[in-house]
């Protein structure tokens, strides 16, 4: 579980109002809701038998003796909120996002953390695939934003209705079982448990024997074939390139025909920074009406290590003061507040650093200057007595000058932008 210090925290602050708007773009609404659920909830959704359930949840007894559990993703979450609400009752659409916090008992590494945050991003209420490729052009959009579109690809599947991913899991244990000793470790206990699972293991002999194993596509049924076709038809007028990964199935249960997922090769190992997927069957498995629906999560982690990694950050990304404050002397001081406010006033966005601690001229400027203000204003006793300030550029070649205080307002507007 990482502190999140203020060097970093300006470039979390840039990526999740980039986020944001980009939603609000596309008529996505905020929902926020509690860190910790019922561990029943996330039983029932995620599924007994995933990574998550098994082995990853930070659950606890309360003073009651009830089982809690820290979100370890938001949907189920999201639809519990969604369904206590309302908010789903008369067919309802509803375009929602969350961020925040999740919790999973992992192995800490790079881009994997215990305490994580992601945006995620759900919709409810349509069934037909213009939605999936709302979803995916959002996020296209967002990238394309951030300036790294180049080094995401899309990887697109379709796992089907729960009949035809039954249909196709016998086919695939069958074949498995045939070869159940060349199996990776994992991949033998998930043949009873989750075997879709099994398409997503990392062990290479695993993945070759999967080269002769029946494939999920020959399984589809009709209305899911189609609905991804239709998917891939706007995708591809759209311009949005892909490449189908048949092997693509998501870590949990609850989800049916579309799954995606934006991967990068910048990022070692964890090069998963937004995925998700249709999820049709939860809103009626967790007690509301049937519902289609479709969602995914970034994990911030990673899109921020992205954005680093490929020197992305803008340089306006910073916490550094627009302008720096120097200050000795007693009436100086008083004026130099008085000043302050008064700027403040005229100027909301402003970012000045009143100096505070006393101190010669000498330490105040060294101050200013690592401070990464482009301007120092300078008052003593003197200035403060005839009205005036002294303004020093700290990053260019203009001589100081000195400025009535009636006139600084305007002088920081136009050289502040
Ligand atoms: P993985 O295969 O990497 O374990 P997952 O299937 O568990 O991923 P999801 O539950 O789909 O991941 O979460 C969506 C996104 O959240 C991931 O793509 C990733 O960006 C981020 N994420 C998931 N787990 C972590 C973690 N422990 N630390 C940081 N980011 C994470
Ligand atoms: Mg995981």
Not at 133 to 153: F, H, V
Not at 180 to 189: G, M, P
Request: some cysteine; charged content about 25%; hydrophobic content about 40%.
């Amino acid at each position: 579980m990482n502190d999140l210090l203020p060097e970093e925290s300006a470039l979390w602050q840039y990526l999740e109002s980039a986020v944001r708007e980009v939603l609000a773009g596309y008529g996505y609404q905020e929902i926020r809701f509690p860190i910790v659920e019922q561990t029943e909830l996330f039983k029932r959704s995620i599924g007994e038998v995933t990574d998550i359930v098994e082995k990853e949840m930070y659950t606890f007894n309360d003073r009651n003796g009830e089982s809690l559990t820290m979100r370890p993703e938001g949907t189920a979450s999201c639809v519990r909120a969604c369904l206590q609400n309302s908010l789903l009752d008369n067919q309802q659409i509803q375009r929602l996002w969350y961020h925040g916090p999740m919790f999973r008992y992992e192995r800490p590494q790079k881009g994997r953390l215990r305490q994580f945050h992601q945006i995620g991003v759900e919709s409810f209420g349509v069934a037909t695939p213009d939605v999936d490729a709302e979803l995916i052009l959002m996020t296209a959009r967002l990238w394309k934003r951030l300036g790294i579109s180049e080094y995401l690809t899309l990887e697109l599947n379709s796992i089907g209705n729960l009949e035809a991913r039954e249909n196709y899991k016998v086919a695939l244990v069958d074949y498995l079982s045939q070869h159940f000793e060349q199996l990776d470790e994992d991949s033998q206990r998930r043949l009873e448990s989750n075997p879709l699972r099994i398409l997503d293991s990392k062990s290479a002999q695993t993945q070759a024997l999967l080269d002769q194993a029946p494939a999920l596509a020959d399984y589809l049924d009709d209305e899911s074939s189609d609905h991804f076709d239709e998917l891939r038809g706007v995708l591809d007028a759209a311009g949005i390139g892909y490449s189908i990964n048949p092997r693509l199935v998501r870590g949990l249960d609850y989800y049916s025909k579309t799954v995606f997922e934006w991967t990068t090769d910048q990022l070692g190992a964890q090069g998963t920074v937004c995925a998700g997927g249709r999820y049709d069957g939860l809103v009626a498995q967790l007690g509301g009406k049937p519902t289609p629906a479709i969602g995914f999560a970034m994990g911030l982690e990673r899109l921020s290590l992205i954005v680093q990694v490929l020197n992305k950050v803008p340089d306006s990304i910073n916490n550094n003061p627009d302008v720096y404050f120097v200050v000795a002397g007693d009436k100086a001081k008083a004026a130099a507040f008085q000043l302050s406010e008064q700027l403040r006033d005229k100027i909301p966005s402003l970012k000045l650093q009143l100096h505070c601690g006393g101190g010669s001229f000498k330490s105040q400027f060294k101050k200013a200057d690592k401070s990464g203000a482009s301007i120092a204003l300078i008052i003593g006793d003197n200035e403060a007595e005839q009205g005036v300030v002294n303004v020093k550029w700290l990053r260019n070649d203009i001589e100081q000058n000195t400025v009535n205080n009636g006139e600084l307002a305007d002088l920081l507007v136009a050289a502040l932008n």
